[in-house]
């Protein structure tokens, strides 16, 4: 974006500084509506490795006990013969019984270095391998969509997580006070960094998607409540306090905020379609049956809180949520699992198709697993998110091919998602 | 490349490679900017956060009794009403004001976690004084780097509560010595052993395993493992390869050093044993090694065999790991990311880990080296502050010091660096990207209304630009903060400049 040019966005922003509401400026700047206009998209990133044979246990799976042994989760919520899910994720368990959420049981990314840092960074970069881009494919997605409809994105936290960094300047948003609206700082600000690069543009967003937060979260319970909820660090993750528990109900209620306010956000004229948020804490070497208690209790309200405050929108999302990989199919010695591949992404949302698994179940049979000692990935997450790039918002499928996902014909677009 | 002139240089080596600028330290720094840095280099080490500190075994007990009432609270209550669910490690720097009093003062669940919760703020607190005030930035900057790299972080609750003394017995000595000696006491320090589940990992053919899978070792045998297996004695027990695998990819030779699945596994094998004391052998909180949970023979960790002495074999791969020419230049290669660039020019790489090699790892080399680069001078500032760095300048433009955690800690937290609470084992990112995402530009400005609002008062802002930025302030800047309508106003420009969130 130019800096110098009156944009709309420059225009918002000062019209923040002037307390100047944004509807009056965002209407009449919008495209006209058509139904790919309203599509959205939700990428929920669980960072640590997230345990799959925990979020959606393959109770069918004769193996399942043995590997597992006390780590097994009782109490799951079955989807079918196959397979569960957490007993912790009665909302996502909820939606799959209405056929609005599916699981994919074995899935990774094409990094098999069990790092979690270089996984995270394929995982979101898109990339074939690591280090080779050092922008994020949802960016690069929504870049390409710019080239034919207005489409903006948004990433929940304090920090800016990969996946949405690169060309196209997105919006970030995480819980705390409003700006004054009377102040002249803003505007002062905005003409200081008028030749900055980097801080120029990013007030001009944050200060835009301000003045939306006051809409959009105007129908919870008050901004100061929001307060409560802590960021992390990298990738803005948000963590719970450990659940269940004292404050247990605390952490889901404020998570269930967290996502509602996402959704407020997206079900704004104008407000951004794409979104990504990132939850941390999942890396379960030890006591990982508590771990998880807490963080898929903590996941599965933010979701709760995405679909119910999307409302009517819900018809027009899909949400994807994903780690950077697996944990071993058996249990370490410290009541834990290490680094594995394979892993469990879910899909939820209005406007997915009923069905079953997605990809195939390789088993947890010794000689199926991959070096006798993970989940065997059978398909590649880059297909699952070109599936729903191509058949739910339109990204053109050459341009998945090589630039959302560079190099990735052979990782085929999953088809009939939606 | 040009060096930057008297002045410039002076700007930068307070901003740069110190903590930004106190009132005065640009005209200290001016003679000499390289000298000014280089005596605050110095063998013994970093300084020591001001107040008493606790030791870690303090802390780890204290963290036990914590659970210990929790647990019989819980039991209590079970035993009341209807069945408590079986929860892990709430902790205790969450349980904040924000939660309802569940009961009164008399509560000992809530006493011990309120002195855990204050302990922990104090920790930071020190900390943040130390940088806030000290004349000796750069000796501290080089100690949070570190810190950072060797992180322990209060994501998992017990870890919370030693990030302080662990920096304080672990880091702060060490900074200025010997690679290998700073490793080998981070690694076998029992707040890394906790943060990365090192303690319960256990030889899957040691004398100690056999005993449980002989059915021997149900109830009693917990003891062997002092009491760490107490609640899982269900379990067979086993290895753990977290610190093993994160010494490799996160501390020494780095992702691509070299290393496969199975060295990280015989270097889980070799460390088993490595753990924390028991309380009936009074050495609670204390590293040990337990030679009866030691997987026992021979281990072969990037083709190099270590003998069968197992109390031995931690400390040889970690002496090797050391010296390898992967970790010369990964390490080099963080140091000159953190400190000039995040896309740091690749010579001054590589004069760094040429400095760390020829001298053996020697950090006072290593810190020297980086100081006389003239790669590491130039004038474009290459840095964009993480939040610590921000919020530590801003009180030293102040001339400010925090008067209490209560006022940093929700500062932090909404800027993305919650104290002590990186994300991961891979510490707070260092990048501008990260840092500059338009909600953390916004919610910069407003610490910088607030902070402007309380510290200036009668003092001018014009004067405190030049105080904090010399030769680095811009006539744009400046300008903008000569017409400022308020003192507030002005300050807070300052400090929300380009020139100042960069250094």
Not at chain 2, 20 to 36: T, V, Y
Not at chain 2, 98 to 127: C, S, T, W, Y
Not at chain 2, 140 to 145: D, M, Q, S, T, V
Request: neutral net charge; proline residues 6%; hydrophobic residues 40%.
């Amino acid at each position: 974006m130019n800096a110098f040019a009156p944009s709309r966005r420059g225009l918002l922003a000062t019209a923040a500084g002037f307390g100047l509401s944004l509807q009056l400026l965002a209407v009449p700047a919008m495209a006209a509506d058509s139904a790919l206009n309203r599509k959205k998209v939700i990428v929920v990133i669980c960072r640590g490795g997230m345990d799959g044979l925990s979020v959606a246990p393959p109770i069918g799976d004769s193996e399942y006990h043995g590997l597992r042994g006390g780590l097994a989760v009782e109490g799951a919520l079955p989807l079918d013969g196959a397979f569960a899910l957490h007993p912790q994720l009665t909302a996502v368990h909820a939606l799959a019984k209405a056929g609005e959420a599916r699981i994919a049981p074995a899935v990774a990314t094409p990094d098999r270095a069990r790092s979690h840092f270089e996984a995270q960074d394929v995982l979101e970069s898109g990339a074939a391998g690591v280090y080779s881009t050092t922008s994020g494919w949802l960016n690069r997605a929504v870049e390409t969509l710019s080239a034919h409809r207005k489409v903006d994105a948004m990433s929940v936290g304090a920090t800016a997580p990969l996946i949405l960094r690169g060309k196209v300047q997105t919006a970030s948003w995480s819980p705390g006070r409003a700006v004054d609206a009377e102040a002249r700082l803003p505007t002062l600000l905005q003409d200081l960094y008028r030749n900055d690069p980097l801080l120029g543009p990013a007030l001009a967003r944050g200060l835009e998607t301000e003045t939306m937060a006051k809409v959009a979260t105007a129908d919870l319970d008050g901004g100061g409540a929001m307060m409560n909820v802590s960021t992390g660090g990298k990738g803005g993750g948000f963590k719970a306090g450990a659940a269940p528990g004292p404050g247990a109900q605390q952490g889901r209620d404020a998570a269930k905020k967290l996502g509602e306010s996402l959704a407020g956000f997206m079900r704004e004229p104008g407000g951004p379609t794409v979104a990504a948020i990132s939850l941390d804490g999942f890396d379960s070497h030890a006591g990982q049956a508590g771990l998880l208690n807490g963080r898929l209790a903590y996941l599965d309200a933010v979701l709760d809180g995405v679909h119910q405050g999307l409302g009517p929108e819900w018809k027009n999302t899909v949400v994807l949520v994903a780690t950077e990989f697996g944990r071993t199919a058996r249990a370490n010695g410290t009541g834990g699992t290490d680094h594995g591949t394979g892993s469990t992404a879910l899909l939820l949302g209005g406007a997915l198709k009923p069905g079953g698994i997605v990809g195939d179940w390789p088993t947890l049979k010794q000689n199926a697993l991959f070096e006798n000692r993970d989940v065997a990935p059978t398909l590649d997450m880059r297909g699952l998110f070109k599936g729903v790039l191509a058949d739910h918002m339109g990204v053109d499928k050459a341009a998945l091919d090589a630039t959302v996902f560079p190099n990735s014909a052979t990782a085929r677009p999953v088809a009939n998602l939606v | 490349m040009a060096l930057a002139n008297q002045d410039l240089m002076a700007a930068i080596a307070v901003t740069r490679f110190g903590l930004g600028a106190k009132p005065g330290e640009l005209a200290a720094a001016r003679s000499d900017p390289q000298g000014f840095l280089k005596t605050q280099i110095r063998r013994t080490g970093a300084d020591q956060p001001p107040g008493q500190p606790a030791s870690t075994a303090q802390r780890m007990a204290e963290f036990r009794d914590f659970r210990k009432e929790r647990r019989e609270e819980r039991l209590e209550k079970a035993a009341d009403t209807r069945p408590a669910s079986s929860a892990t490690g709430a902790d205790p720097a969450m349980m904040d004001a924000a939660r309802p009093n569940r009961r009164e003062a008399a509560d000992p669940v809530k006493q011990i976690g309120n002195v855990l919760r204050k302990d922990i703020a104090a920790d930071f607190g020190a900390r943040v004084e130390l940088a806030a005030t000290t004349d000796a930035a750069f000796r501290e900057r080089w100690a949070l780097f570190w810190a950072n790299h060797f992180t322990v972080s209060a994501t998992k609750p017990i870890a919370g509560t030693v990030v302080g003394p662990f920096e304080a017995e672990a880091i702060r000595p060490h900074v200025f010595g010997r690679f290998g000696d700073l490793l080998d006491a981070v690694e076998t320090h029992p707040a890394m052993l906790t943060y990365l589940d090192q303690i319960q990992s256990v030889g899957p053919d040691s004398p100690a395993a056999e005993f449980v899978k002989n059915g021997r070792g149900r109830g009693r045998g917990a003891g062997l493992f002092g009491g760490q297996l107490q609640q899982t004695a269900q379990r067979t027990p086993g290895l753990n390869e977290n610190l093993a695998r994160e010494i490799m990819e996160l501390h020494t030779v780095g992702v691509n050093g070299g290393y496969t699945q199975a060295d990280v596994t015989e270097f889980a094998r070799a460390m088993t044993g490595l753990s924390i004391g028991a309380e009936r052998d009074g050495a609670y909180g204390t590293a040990v090694f337990r030679e009866q949970a030691h997987e026992p023979g021979v281990r072969t960790v990037m083709k190099v065999r270590y003998d069968g002495d197992g109390r031995r074999q931690t400390a040889q791969i970690l002496a090797d790991l050391a010296a390898k020419p992967q970790t010369a230049q990964f390490v080099c290669g963080k140091i000159a990311r953190h400190f000039v660039a995040d896309d740091p020019p690749p010579a001054l790489v590589a004069r760094l880990t040429d400095a760390w090699m020829r001298s053996g790892g020697d950090l006072t080399v290593v810190a020297e080296t980086l100081v006389s680069a003239p790669e590491a001078w130039d004038p474009v500032p290459g840095k964009f502050k993480t939040p610590y760095e921000f919020i530590v300048s801003s009180f030293r433009a102040a001339g400010a010091q925090p008067v209490g955690f209560q006022q940093l800690g929700p500062i932090l937290t909404s800027l993305g660096q919650k104290p002590f609470s990186a994300p991961s084992p891979k510490g707070w990112a260092e990048d501008a990207q990260s840092w500059a995402a338009p909600d953390a530009i916004v919610k910069r400005m407003q610490f910088a209304q607030t902070f402007s609002q309380n510290v200036v008062r009668d003092r001018d802002p014009k004067q405190l630009a030049a105080d904090a930025l010399g030769e680095r302030l811009t006539p744009d800047t400046a300008k903008a903060i000569a017409r400022a309508e308020s003192r507030p106003e002005g300050f807070a420009l300052l400090l929300m400049s380009p020139e100042f969130q960069r250094r």
